[in-house]
């Protein structure tokens, strides 16, 4: 067994102790699931000793990195809590800088341009007129709205990347008290989609959004990876996990997908402003809450910043980037992501296509984008008032 088979079957193992005992999954998509019997489950200390012996057998770079990133989130699963620039470089791949004051502002600014071109006002309704102007669809509709939206976005998609892989779509519905409102994850050529009753909502817009996120960011590129894995003994471990170095593309590459592919749809465009400009309002929290700074305090920046947002949110959101140790790294990912990709738009034609295409065959790293784009930002920022 290669030492990249050894981390697959250790990861494996230890995904099977996490669920038996009802915490989150290791494993999000397996690009190459095994045929044979699945290993007997490992608890944690076990699966960390055993990746800590893997490190000096592993040559490749990239199966060292995931070993890091899974070390890591050992580490803080069993109690350690290291600074966060420390604990995203280790699991994510990039810094934790932030982005300064006068940047979110910015985009907040352009977000609120958005806006004002479909008559929504910005304030404590902000959201709910929006969803308002963007038209709401049944929560029983939305599944096959969703299936429709991706079969007309798909071609678009697919002469974007390059991908002639097939998968296969299953949309289910649940409701917990979570942070989500969609998830996908699968094995293969097989993709599922869970839509969380509890926090989705659904509109004209956000149906057409989630399947560019959903089904056709995270549900396609998987499967292309995953086809890639079948045919070609590839060097890199063939497990997503969310506390790994592969989530910033991931997260961010779906955020940002109508930027490449529908740049025209005024109300889609509008909700990656938005979103962008949220993302990085939440990174201003994720990182004062992990500087020490008082509940009052980011309190009363979140208010500011967005006055739609409901104490629950907000009590949520410093409560998951500071308490929990899968969230505190993998949301992260979604501004680092967002921001990154947001900019990639601007590049040349050649660029893009480049990095769309890279996407879609290979899980890359922070580094691996930096490399296809060095002209590029920083990935996680170039620093904060709030660091």
Known sequence: MSARDAVEHTLRAWNRHELDRGAPAVIDFDFLPPEDDPPTPAD?????????????????????????????????????????????????????????????????????????????GWGE????????????????????????????????????????????????????????????????????????????TFTKVQVRQFALHEVLGHGLQS???????????VPWVRLSSVHGPQQILLEGLAQAMPLFVSPDDEALISRVRIDHYLQLVRAELHLAINAGTPIEDCVRHARRRVPWWSNDRIAGTLTDRSTDPLLRTYMWAYVAGIDWFANLVEADSATIGQVLEAAYRTPLTPADLEALWPQGPTIGGAGSSHN
């Open 223 to 233: 499967a292309s990876i995953a086809t890639r894995c079948r045919i070609e003994d």
């Open 125 to 200: 309704t902000t959201i709910t007129d929006l969803a308002q102007a963007e038209g709401h669809i049944d929560a029983d509709a939305a599944p096959d709205a969703i299936r429709q939206a991706a079969a007309e976005y798909e071609p678009a998609v697919r002469r974007r990347t390059g991908s002639s892989a097939p998968y296969e779509l299953t949309v289910e519905t649940t409701s917990v008290d979570a942070y989500w409102a969609y998830w996908l994850d699968g094995a293969g050529q097989q993709v599922r989609l869970r839509l969380n009753m509890r926090n989705a």
């Open 44 to 120: 944690r200390l076990t699966t960390f000793e055993r990746l800590s012996e893997l490190t000096a057998e592993v040559q490749d770079p990239a199966v060292l990195k995931r070993i890091t990133a899974d070390l890591a989130y050992l580490r803080a699963l069993m109690g350690e809590r290291p600074p966060l620039d420390v604990y995203i470089r280790a699991t994510q791949g990039c810094s934790a800088a932030g982005w300064p004051t006068e940047y979110v502002t910015a985009k907040g600014e352009q977000a609120r341009a958005c806006l004002d071109a479909l008559g929504v």
